[in-house]
């Protein structure tokens, strides 16, 4: 069936399969979010008296619900130790100690596995003499708040900036659109304040990188486009240059942000 306006002109339907696709990646963001795996694993072995201390970091709210549910230890690929568990000891910071004779020259691996997302490997070399240490971590729970955070205004502003591009026909276009910038606007702020907190705590420079350059850049072409798109609601003159000015650095913060998206996983996973 076509649809035609009042002037006669065909209204292109919208692509809802695109728009739902779209609206459902943070889903898939968030939930790794909430249900972290362990963020690190240390081992410590004593060839002495063959003991293994597996120290686990796993951050939950209810250690009940949100558990490291399994610890595994292998060597050479053959399973010495499979420990099954219903909760966790802690809500962060807890180790479990094992009886594991291993020779000299062995290399024992330690996989902790999260009831709900994910796991950590580590390994540790058996030594005669000094007992060894090793420490494996993962990503921070703040590094993956901050992630999802990112990627829920990414995914809103891009469906925003589509919608305003090529749906301008369809009826409610201006009202999602709004919502959809409000939400990714706000989920964008939210995220660079956790970025900027995550900075602080780890002792490192601000904007000393690409990723975070752009991430100020995002800052500031949202400000523009937040006031721009205010502008045009109550300043009754130069209605066309804001507008000019909201739709092109509305473009410019949607570039800025898939460039802040790849240099961000090239930060974090190499």
Not at 54 to 61: E, F, R
Not at 113 to 130: D, E, R
Not at 224 to 235: D, E, F, H, K, L
Request: proline content about 6%.
């Amino acid at each position: 069936m076509i649809v035609r306006d009042k002037s006669g002109n065909i209204i292109r339907p919208v692509k809802l399969h695109v728009l739902i696709l779209l609206l459902l990646i943070p889903a898939f963001v968030i939930c790794p979010v909430a249900a972290n795996p362990p963020s690190a694993v240390n081992l410590a072995y004593n060839s002495s008296s063959g003991e293994l201390a597996v120290t686990i970091t796993h951050v939950v709210a209810d250690p009940v619900d949100h558990f490291v549910k399994m610890v595994e230890v292998r060597s050479g690929g053959a399973v010495l130790i499979s420990e099954q568990y219903s909760s966790q000891p802690t809500t962060e910071i807890f180790t479990y100690r094992y009886s594991v004779p291993a020779p000299g020259g062995d290399l024992l691996e330690v996989t902790a596995s999260c009831n709900k997302f994910g796991s950590l490997t580590a390994a540790i070399p058996v030594q005669n003499g000094s007992p060894p240490a090793a420490t494996r971590s993962g990503i921070p729970p703040i590094l993956l708040l901050h992630m999802g955070l990112m990627l829920t205004g990414f995914t809103c502003i891009v469906t925003s900036v589509y919608i305003a591009g090529f749906q301008r026909k369809w009826k409610p276009w201006l009202r999602v659109h709004k919502i959809l910038s409000h939400v990714g606007s706000g989920a964008i702020i939210a995220g660079l304040g956790v970025a900027f907190y995550m900075i602080n705590s780890f002792g490192a420079p601000h904007f000393r990188s690409l990723h975070g350059m752009i991430g100020a850049g995002i800052a500031i072409a949202l400000l523009v486009v937040i006031t721009m798109g205010i502008g045009r609601a109550y300043v009754k003159t130069r209605k066309p240059l804001l507008r000019t000015v909201h739709i092109s650095i509305g473009y410019l913060t949607a570039g800025l942000m898939v460039l802040s998206v790849i240099t961000g996983l090239i930060t974090v996973f190499g």
